[in-house]
């Protein structure tokens, strides 16, 4: 697996997160798996193979790439050959994924990054092996989507590099409409973002472990940034 970089970014490893691990640790408990969502089609083996096999047919003959913004970034759940720093324009990363499980509880929900429309948005992209693509495909739709709803909200981008341009894979990309109520301000999102936790972890959590990455790839969200400093205040405040 190698790195590929080809863009220059504001240094951002000089910046001191207010969002620590010690803040982020009061935020982690215990939370039951609440289990299957009603109202999900949930996909099979065959279901997966056959999306897999779908995507790498559009792909054409030559690599496949996914785009990260969030969680993929440091934590793909799939193998990669290559990666590079790249941005996809008409797209910008926001926390507006209501979640009432993985992070999240039907009593204190959370929230997920997704794509919105507008804007730009820098992260990785990963060059899937080329031998394997169907396999790593399938891999990566376990990781990311459950059934036919989230299987929506995928779609395909043109990503660039200073040097370049590639089709590349991403998920949750929403659109918007009446299905998508207006997206939680900043203030929301922090209230959220630090009160929330499912079992797979808090949403302070999933936040701090983002901004961290983003910031060791030199890449600086301004509204990610501001968040971080802003759920950290919101612990602080719950802790007295």
């Avoid at 970089?5 to 969002?19: F, G, N, Y």
């Avoid at 009061?26 to 609440?34: G, Q």
């Avoid at 399938?138 to 909200?153: F, P, S, T």
């Amino acid at each position: 697996m190698t790195r590929t970089t080809s863009q220059k970014r504001s240094p951002t490893r000089e910046r001191r997160l207010a969002l620590t691990a010690e803040l982020v640790a009061h935020c982690e408990r215990p939370v039951p798996d609440p289990g299957p969502c009603a109202g999900t089609t949930y996909f099979s083996e065959a279901d997966y193979a056959a999306f897999a096999e779908r995507l790498a047919a559009e792909s054409g003959d030559g690599p496949v790439w996914v785009f990260a913004y969030g969680s993929l970034i440091w934590n793909p759940g799939f193998t990669w050959e290559s990666y590079r720093r790249a941005t996809v324009h008409g797209w910008h990363r926001c926390f507006s994924m209501k979640m009432e499980r993985w992070r999240g509880t039907p009593e204190q929900p959370g929230l997920m990054l997704a794509l919105e429309r507008g804007g730009s948005c820098e992260g990785i992209a990963y060059r899937l092996p080329q031998g394997d693509r169907v396999g790593e495909l399938v891999n990566l739709l376990k990781r990311e989507i459950d059934g036919a709803e989230n299987a929506a909200y995928i779609r395909w981008v043109r990503a660039r590099t200073d040097d370049e341009q590639f089709r590349a894979l991403v998920f949750y990309a929403l659109p918007k409409g009446a299905d998508f109520p207006e997206r939680p301000s900043l203030e929301t999102a922090a209230h959220m973002l630090a009160r929330a936790c499912g079992h797979a972890g808090s949403g302070a959590a999933y936040l701090h472990r983002t901004v961290e990455k983003l910031a060791e790839h030199d890449i600086y969200d301004r509204n990610l940034w501001r968040l971080q400093e802003m759920v950290a205040a919101e612990i602080r405040a719950l802790r007295g």
